[in-house]
């Protein structure tokens, strides 16, 4: 299988040089050799299971709020902030959001 | 061009912030307009190592809607994490709903009988909000993010593409607001972005049995921008069918000031999501009893409330429609009709006078400044004949300035509609006398002239005199 390295790195917001992609595209195909390897396990009659843990079924917690972090943490946790706000390099243009943001 | 050619396909994604006090998968507070990065903590912030706990008002509110609008509630379902970089999704995927969604196969049904179906509903987490700092949108070179929206929950609401028009879109999204208010599961205000619409909209030749390339459109901000961008795209894209031009699959951008839409970019697939199942969210499991219970504790929608009022209360159509507008409204008029309002007179002024005033003031229906029991007791007076139906609009402004009774209002202002014969007689005796010309045309056979005098005696009285018996007064001295 071929992956499409410059695709992907689109939808990652990465710029990488035709070095790093093709030492990329290396790397991707050697992941998805050991993928196939797995896919040709025998798992007839095994039910898939998504997550490691042992809860098979999602606790609900009560609707209850709590304080968070205090916003000079939070703010400082970010590489750049400007007032009450976290602040960084643009992205696209304007509304240039995938489904769901804005 | 012959606009009859072509048919217009629109399939609708509303998304409604669901009314829990914390968010989706923390106990962050979930409120309006606090100050930036204020409710914030490592799970909604993405910080690695945190995980997510599912909150289960959010699950409940989600069965509600589901259930409101005619769902069908899967009893098992699962989360996936929807992946795509931008600044206000700080984890770098969203919390969402794909391969197995909450609820399935529900509608709304228009006034027409046409059902509009629902493909499917899920639950998942909203993004922060980003502005775009610098001279303007377009030369800005950084942009501010507040997370307090990040997290918080949604439903996700997907029609079938079964809207024809825009003025159907905007029924169907009118009913799906009152439906989902009266549930309360949502304050679905568009203005406050707990509602918010994207359309995916396509054209094709009547008779093709093929649907039209989609086109996604997005910042509606209100239900006029999606009837004024459906209407622009339907132009758009048959003209381009008609010039025999490709329709390209993408998103647009309303503009509202220009009233035109401008690509953004191309659509994306689903595949560029790379959705998969969130290995830090277990199943949700519902069962039976559960669903029973959200279904024993759902509030009456407006479709029952309406059939009521018309079958029951015997209220026109139009009044019901009308009042259902707004639950508390509801509820409003049902506390008058419970204290013995009628109900057609209580409605005319629910309506009239007090609407408007509640939009001129631009007052919600939660706090209604006057009482039922207030509103009740004025229509009491009119029927009684203590004041006249002129006067208690008067009556009614005071009730609402004051909060006072309508009672006391009008014996503090003396408004007491003047029936005793002695001072009508003074009125009327001194309207005669200033119109001998108007009076001599009545005597000579001209009856209607009569309005005009008992027109002058209302006038001379501030309203107060009772108008019935003005006019036999009138008639008796005039004619004797
Ligand atoms: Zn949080």
């Known amino acids: ?53 042992d809860v098979q079924r999602l606790v609900l917690d009560q609707d209850r709020p709590a304080p968070g972090l205090p916003r000079e943490e939070v703010l400082k946790l970010a590489p750049s902030s400007e007032g009450p706000y976290v602040s960084v390099p643009r992205e696209g243009t304007p509304g240039d959001a995938p489904q769901g943001s804005e | 061009m012959s606009e009859t050619q072509y048919e217009l396909n629109v399939g609708l994604e509303v998304h409604v912030e669901l009314a829990t006090a914390s968010k989706m998968f923390c106990r962050c507070k979930t409120k309006f307009g606090d100050p930036p990065n204020t409710n914030v903590c490592p799970v909604c912030m993405g910080l690695p190592g945190a995980l997510p706990v599912a909150n289960e008002e959010a699950v409940r509110l989600g069965v509600m809607a589901a259930l409101a609008l005619n769902c069908r509630v899967n009893l098992s379902s699962r989360f996936d994490r929807k992946n795509y970089f931008y600044p206000d999704l700080p984890k770098a995927y969203q919390i969402s709903q794909f391969e197995e969604p909450l609820a399935v196969s529900g509608y709304v049904e228009l006034a027409s009988g046409k059902r509009i179906r629902i493909r499917r509903l899920h639950l998942e987490e909203d ?50 607001q009152r439906t989902l208010r009266f549930a309360g599961v949502s304050d679905v205000k568009m203005e406050e972005g707990s509602m918010r619409v994207d359309c995916n909209v396509s054209v094709r030749r009547k008779g093709e049995a093929q649907m039209g390339v989609p086109v ?39 503009d509202e000031d220009k009233g035109v839409t401008v690509s953004l970019r191309a659509k994306e697939s689903s595949q560029d999501y790379r959705y998969f199942p969130d290995p830090d969210l277990p199943r949700l499991e519902l069962d039976e009893a559960f669903i029973e219970s959200v279904q024993r504790a759902m509030p009456r929608l407006p479709n029952q409330v309406v059939d009521f009022y018309v079958n029951v209360l015997g209220l026109p159509k139009y009044d019901a429609e009308v009042l ?27 309506m009239g006078d007090i609407m408007a005033y509640m939009n ?41 300035e004051t909060g006072k009774a309508p009672g006391d209002i009008v014996k503090e202002e003396g408004l007491e509609q003047v029936s005793d014969d002695a001072s009508l007689s003074v009125i009327v005796d001194s309207v005669i006398a200033a119109n001998p010309e108007v009076v001599a045309q009545f005597k000579a056979g001209k009856d209607k002239v009569l309005g005009f005098l008992v027109g002058q005696v209302m006038k001379a009285s501030k309203g107060r005199a009772n108008p019935a018996k003005v006019n036999i007064m009138l008639r008796e001295k005039i004619l004797s």
């Open chain 2, 360 to 400: 001129a003031k631009g007052l919600s229906y939660d706090t209604i400044p006057v009482t039922p029991e207030n509103l009740v007791a004025m229509l009491g007076l009119i029927k009684d004949g203590v004041i006249s139906g002129k006067i208690a609009k008067d009556v009614l402004i005071k009730m609402f």
């Open chain 2, 127 to 176: 993004a922060g909000k980003s502005m775009h700092a610098g001279d303007d949108i377009t030369t800005a070179s950084y942009s501010l993010l507040d997370y307090n929206r990040s997290g918080v929950p949604l439903a996700e609401i997907v029609s079938e593409p079964d809207i024809s028009s825009p003025e159907e879109a905007r029924e169907y999204l009118e009913k799906m």
């Open chain 1, 1 to 53: 299988m071929k992956i499409d390295v410059k695709h992907v790195a689109d939808l990652a917001r990465l710029k990488l040089s035709e070095d790093e992609m093709r030492r990329l595209e290396k790397d991707l195909e050697s992941i998805l050799l050991r993928m196939e390897r797995l896919k040709a396990l025998d798992v007839e009659g095994v039910e898939p299971t998504f997550g490691a843990g």
């Open chain 2, 216 to 254: 996604e459109l997005k910042n509606l901000s209100s239900f006029r921008a999606v009837t004024r961008a459906l209407a622009y795209e339907y132009d758009r894209q048959s003209r381009l069918i008609e010039q025999g031009k490709r329709i390209a699959r993408e998103t647009r951008h309303w």
């Open chain 2, 324 to 350: 259902t507008v707004d639950p508390n409204l509801v509820k409003f008029f049902d506390r008058c009709v419970e204290l013995g309002g009628e109900p057609k007179p209580v409605s005319n002024w629910l």
